[in-house]
């Protein structure tokens, strides 16, 4: 550690306050090459309420010591690794010193003296010293100065690869033996065996950091994989590098012949990084890849969720524990852990069904970190062992570049507010805990060795944990000057967990309901009130939480889904792959052989309210004509189709007062949902039709009668809040609906939305299904679909036109119930409603860059501006302040050579129309 400036004094002895005390000269039981720089006599710890216990504060190279000197207490000592400082704050008022570590401890110390004088220069000294001693630089942290060393070489990526039994198509490289391949990967890497090194150095310029795709883990009888990597560098010019897909193929010939790219992240969050150059992959440019989002927050979320679970934690308990529950899922900590678990589990899925897949976030050292290691021990026993369970983390975090000087603050101020700091690996291994909290007996370790690796990450005296990457590590000659924390952790016999039966078992977390725990004895060990281990009640689900249900309703609708679940013929894995078999509707024959619905969706979700019988008068010429012509269509769609009734009222809206009615009538009758679609002429983003379906009416605005102000009582009913809107692949008709009405919208968004398409794919669909083949496969109707790029904008509307607009939205509503069922008996439903709530915003997103992209595109074409040459040229903020949009921001005033993307971004962030 770093020499503090001591200015010729060693020792402060401050006058005895109690005519009992005793000096201790020495701390006990330091450690070797722990040395003490200087102590202080007569401190008491303040943080054991009416026990007046004195004693001497010594200060080492590695921790600060409190060793009391009470006649009338047993011997008692505290020991504080001093990197695990967080913050140190001084209270001169009251003498008072509070210490707050990274692991949750908080210690208080009471100088005792008999004038104002001598506590400030008391105070003063102390702060002096251990300010110098606590904030370091890396090569000064005490692993260095400790005495022993070695223990490496847990971890050899050889072995890794012969034990998976992957040899056969992958092998190591030594391209980054210099670490100038990608400073922040191992020296050794696994490869598909079919890619060679020339390549691997054109693919790596596609990645984010140079981190190119590797392989991770591998199962030895299906050969599906885990690789990863970092995000790719597509850009708004969507950029592709043939190498890059060469290497994904060679992964995919390498495993299995299904591949799914999992993005960690949420999609708005991709999106602002395409904007600023990077962003996700494209699938179409990669053969046989689906990709997923999974919606993880970021370093900054995280931290934020650490600071007000540590606020939480300290405080006393004043309230009851049902407060405590609610305080603790306020802090959002179970939410995160929820969405890690949902993705590793994801990918469990995926491994089990034969399907390979490859994970990245931003840069491939957080979140892929989180959800690679945790998927491994799920799947993989041997990462249950301590020597797994050391291998997976030497493997996954400290070989692949997680950043533990920076993400741990080593040596660094302000531990709950630096920018670089967040508790990734804490919260790994706290999803470590719940899986060990659910199958106690599949570890060898007990939760003590879980608690002994998270101190250790804090406290600097082993090198593990020491370094941002290998390459840091090699450079500060970490393997031949510090020692291990395996071999220490082997050593301990209290870290066995006695229950432990070695199985093959595949694990899964149940992270429903109050079944996710709030781990108590790590984040509560320092504190003096007794909890309970508390099962955290967290939902997901924004429509569950909203409406209030009674407790009899809601144990009866559990029992009805039960008995339902117990006579369905598949289990829960076989429900998902054999998903689009099931009969329409979930329908079962009651004993007289007639047929009866399951609980609708919206039984479930919401209180039943009653419909009026009013209907919504609208006249219109060719009201007669549409119905005559959609009942034809009914009757030879298909003629076994009768259990479900697709009969509706239909109507044609061309006027403003025929809306108005409309609308209102929607709200009186307190519908839960609708479902709409549009027609649009796509070269001038022409709104042509709307199409509505609520209740037993379907309707068609016609919008080329309608302007936009006569819209406007239809816009405030997309925006609703208490009314859930059903679309197909809705991305475009959003767009033109913000585009068209943003005057109207402001800063609302159109939700909460369900969107068919995207919940198929939550149902286990292999690919982007259209609204056809949806119907198609679960009602046997064929859609015809031969209108869809008819001319929409001349009036009158033909028949055939009529038809085709009003079955775009037929169905929509009865799939939305069958689709929240099975949502519900798969677990799935929070995890989808949660993805449907972050589209909102990325819809609104993304029609609004998409329109200034288009504004300044066209700009640069009138001017004959090669777009290629302004983004390298430093007249680009000549050329945006000419924008009439952009001129008017505050953003021209205070423009420095941007690229053209961060113009866009920061103009949409001053507008207020995305997050920053």
């Known amino acids: 550690m770093c020499s503090p400036d001591l200015q010729g004094w060693t020792f402060v002895q401050i006058p005895q306050f109690h005519d009992f005390g005793r000096q201790i000269s020495q701390p006990p039981n330091l450690l070797k090459g722990e040395e003490v720089i200087c102590y202080f006599l007569y401190v008491k710890d303040v943080n054991q309420a009416n026990r007046n216990i004195c004693g001497s504060i010594y200060l080492t190279n590695y921790s600060l010591i409190f060793v009391s000197s009470n006649y009338f207490m047993d011997f008692q000592k505290i020991q504080i690794p001093l990197a695990s400082i967080a913050t140190i704050e001084n209270n001169r008022a009251k003498n008072l010193v509070e210490i707050t570590c990274k692991n949750f401890r908080i210690q208080k110390f009471e100088f005792q003296t008999d004038n104002i004088q001598k506590a400030e220069y008391y105070m003063y000294q102390f702060m002096k010293n251990i300010d110098a001693i606590c904030f370091f630089k890396l090569e000064s942290a005490f ?16 072995n890794e690869l012969i034990r998976m039994q992957a040899q056969d198509n992958w092998r190591i490289t030594k391209i980054n033996e210099d670490f100038k391949t990608c400073e922040s990967y191992p020296q050794k890497l696994t490869v598909p065996k079919c890619i060679c090194d020339e390549d691997l150095e054109k693919a790596r310029t596609f990645r984010s950091r140079y981190r190119i795709p590797v392989l991770s883990w591998h199962h030895s009888v299906t050969k599906a994989t885990i690789t990863r990597a970092s995000q790719p560098n597509t850009g708004v010019t969507f950029s592709r590098n043939q190498f890059d897909e060469y290497l994904i193929q060679g992964i995919i010939k ?38 997923l989002f999974m919606g993880i927050g970021n370093i900054h979320a995280m931290r934020r969720s650490l600071k007000c679970l540590f606020e939480l934690c300290q405080t006393e308990q004043k309230e009851s524990y049902e407060k405590f529950n609610t305080d603790y899922v306020n802090t959002k900590w179970a939410a995160h852990l929820t969405a890690v678990i949902a993705g590793a589990q994801r990918i469990v899925s995926l491994i089990k069904s034969e399907i390979s897949v490859l994970i990245h976030c931003s840069d491939g050292w957080d979140r892929t970190s989180q959800l690679s290691s945790l998927a491994q021990i799920m799947l993989d026993s041997f990462y249950r062992t301590k020597l797994g369970f050391q291998i997976l983390i030497e493997k996954e975090w400290i070989s692949m570049g997680h950043k533990f000087a920076h993400r741990c603050g080593h040596g660094q101020k302000n531990f ?278 609520a209740g037993n009416e379907l309707v068609l605005i016609d919008t080329v009668k309608l302007n936009n102000k006569d819209l406007e009582s239809f816009v405030a009913i997309l925006v609703d809040k208490n009314i859930l809107k059903i679309v197909h692949a809705a991305s475009e008709d959003l767009r033109l609906f913000y585009k068209s009405f943003s005057s109207i919208i402001n800063n609302n968004l159109i939700g909460p939305i369900h969107d068919i398409q995207i919940a198929e794919e939550f149902l286990g669909a292999n690919k982007t299904v259209g609204l056809a083949t949806i119907v198609n496969d679960q009602l046997k109707i064929n859609l015809d679909k031969s209108e869809q790029l008819s001319n929409w904008i001349a009036r009158p509307l033909t028949p055939k036109q009529i038809q085709y607009a009003f079955n775009d939205i037929r169905y929509l509503q009865y799939l939305y119930n069958r689709q929240v069922q099975f949502l519900i008996q798969f677990d799935n439903f929070d995890f989808f409603d949660a993805r449907m709530a972050e589209l909102e915003q990325e819809y609104k997103n993304k029609s609004v860059i998409k329109e200034l992209t288009e504004v300044i595109d066209n700009y640069l074409l009138a001017h004959k501006i090669n777009k290629t040459q302004v983004y390298s040229k430093s007249e680009v903020g000549h050329l945006i302040s000419n924008l009439p949009d952009l001129s008017r921001s505050n953003l021209v005033t205070g423009w420095r050579k941007a690229l053209l993307e961060d113009v866009i971004v920061n103009f949409l962030i001053a507008k207020g129309l995305i997050a920053n």
């Open 143 to 158: 692993a260095f100065q400790h005495d022993n060393k070695g223990g490496w070489g847990v971890y050899k990526a050889k």
């Open 254 to 291: 390498s495993s299995t012949s299904k591949f799914y790219i999992i993005d960690c992240r949420g999609r708005l969050n991709a999106l602002v990084n395409q904007v600023a150059g990077a962003g996700t992959e494209i699938p179409e440019n990669y053969e046989n890849a689906t990709l």
């Open 416 to 693: 709950w507010d630096n920018n670089d700091c967040a508790p990734i690996f804490l919260q790994w291994v706290d999803c470590i805990w719940q899986l060990m909290n659910q199958h106690p007996n599949e570890f060898e370790f007990n939760e003590s060795y879980l608690i002994e690796i998270l101190d250790n990450v804090y406290s600097c005296r082993f090198g593990t944990f020491l370094c941002d990457n290998q390459n840091q590590s090699v450079n500060l000659k970490v393997v031949t000057n510090t020692q291990s924390l395996w071999p220490y952790l082997n050593e301990q016999t209290h870290f066995v967990n006695k229950d432990y039966k070695k199985s093959e078992n595949i694990l899964e977390i149940d992270y429903t309901g109050g079944n996710l725990a709030f781990w108590e004895s790590y984040y509560c060990r320092y504190f003096t009130r007794p909890l309970k281990t508390l099962a955290i009640n967290h939902f997901n689900s924004r429509e569950t939480n909203k409406l209030k249900r009674s407790e009899t309703q809601h144990e009866k609708q559990i029992e009805e889904l039960k008995k339902q679940l117990q006579n369905a013929l598949f289990d829960k894995q076989q429900l998902e792959s054999e998903y689009r078999r099931v009969l329409p509707f979930a329908m079962q024959l009651s004993e007289d052989g007639s047929q009866t619905d399951l609980i609708t969706a919206n039984e479930f979700l919401v209180k039943n309210r009653s419909r009026s019988n009013s209907k919504i008068l609208i006249s219109n010429n060719n009201t007669n004509n549409n119905n005559n012509n959609t009942n034809n269509t009914n009757n030879n769609s298909n003629s076994n189709n009768k259990s479900q009734n697709f009969n509706f009222d239909e109507f044609i809206i061309e006027t403003k007062e025929q809306l108005v009615n409309f609308c209102e009538n929607i709200k009186l009758n307190n519908l839960q949902y609708i479902a709409f679609d549009t027609e649009f002429l796509t070269p001038r983003d022409k709104l042509c039709l709307i199409q509505v379906a």
